[in-house]
Each structure stands twice: as C-alpha cells, then as structure tokens.
C-alpha cells in the first residue's frame, strides 16, 4: 500500500440521519461560541448546572473516543491527524476563537471529551463527527499512514475499546485504505451504477422491441404550419 494510507473507524447500525439528533445542535455557536445563547435547538445537552455547553447537541455530545495505534516492525507508525476535516468546514463552520466549555461534564458521559485550551477550528476529530452520515452504516477519517506498506508486512494494532456500541447493537469496524486519481474504492457506487445501467439497458430493449411491434404511425405532413401557409397562398 503506497502512502498516504487512510485510516477509517467504521460504525454500523448507528443512525446519525435520526431527525431529533441531526437537529440537536447550535452551527452558529460552533461559530460564535459562548457569545449566541440561543440554543434551545440543543436539547437535551444544552447545558449543565446552568451554564451552557460548548459544543452543545447530542452530536458532540455523542463523539466517537475509540484511539488506534499502529506498530510495524516494533516500530510505532506516525499517525497523521492533521487536515482530516473538509477546510471550508474548518475555516467557516466552526470558530477560530471559540473554545469548550463546560463539555462532558454531566452526570451522564456520552463519548470522547474536547481538549478546553484547543478552539473548536483545530478539534478536527469533532470537525469530521459533526458531518453527519445519511446511512446507518458509516465511515469517518481518523487519520493518515505517510509511510508506504509492503505486501505481508504485519501491522499490529492498538485498540482503546471506549466508545460503547453495544447498547444499540451497533458494530465498529477499522478500515485502512489508499486512494486513486477517482478517490478512494466505494463498491456501492460501483454496483449502484452497474445496476442503474443495467436497468436503463433492460428498459430501453423494452421500448425498441414495442416500437418494431407496433410502429408510431407517420402523422400528415400538410397540417404542419409552415406546408399549410404554402398551400394557402
């Protein structure tokens, strides 16, 4: 596998699209922080002990805490977490001077916890867990291998098992990938266009064959306007 190698966590039966928790968050607060106050849209993780939560909604609430390292060769892998998150996202959706307040300090613990010195621009595992998926199975950019991978090489993994899936009967899945000049391999794409193609084919067989059965009759060709203006002069 030649570098850059891509690092994703996959999650199954995990229903992101849910419409309570797509709308259980506040954009213009990751943008503004502590200086909007309305984020009533947050509920329930609006705030605690009466002071607001930075990032507030069950969406950051939620964020994925699992870690992954990788040793190959006794050698530890670096690592890239840098540039993980989509720049327009980075630059325009989340705040360079806004920073975590209040976070995860409830009774009830929902994911991973937000470095409080560190503004929301440059959390980007938060950036990449605020985009929600439209599918129930998903999978989210942790970070880059810049090292090339020779085939059998053996690559052992680290797992913090922290982020709990068993109480919805959800999987997690680790994925490493390489990309192209078309992007990265998606076989639903592939079997989607396959099928649509196939389909369109079938279809248009259909038509064809109809036509030679019963052919469209020619229509007049005096009734046209430009044969009838000709006549009548």
């Not at 213009?28 to 993780?45: A, I, V, W």
Request: proline fraction near 4%.
């Amino acid at each position: 596998m030649k570098a850059p190698i891509y690092i994703y966590y996959q999650l199954d039966n995990y229903y992101q699209n849910h419409r309570r928790y797509v709308k259980s968050r506040s954009d213009k607060q990751l943008l503004h922080g502590l200086n909007y106050r309305d984020t009533s849209s947050c509920k329930p993780e609006e705030s605690n002990n009466g002071l607001p939560i930075v990032p507030c909604g069950l969406i950051a609430w939620s964020l994925f805490n699992d870690t992954f390292n990788f040793v190959h060769a006794t050698k530890q892998l670096e690592v890239s977490r840098k540039n993980i998150a989509w720049k327009s996202d980075r630059d325009h959706k989340f705040g360079k001077n806004v920073y975590p307040f209040n976070f995860q300090n409830g009774t009830l613990i929902g994911g991973g916890s937000l470095n409080p010195s560190i503004p929301l621009s440059d959390q980007e595992d938060l950036i990449v867990w605020m985009r929600t998926a439209a599918l129930p199975s998903f999978r989210k950019l942790y970070g880059r291998i810049e090292q090339d991978l020779e085939e059998d090489d053996l690559v052992e993994v680290k797992i913090s098992n922290n982020y709990n899936t068993f109480s919805f009967g959800g999987k997690k899945k680790l994925v490493l990938s390489t990309s192209g000049w078309l992007g990265g391999k998606n076989d639903f794409l592939g079997m989607a266009c396959i099928a649509v193609g196939s389909s369109s084919l079938f279809i248009s067989l259909i038509f064809v064959m109809l036509h030679v059965k019963n052919p469209r009759p020619y229509g007049d060709t005096s009734y046209l306007t430009w044969n009838r203006k000709g006549i009548s002069s």
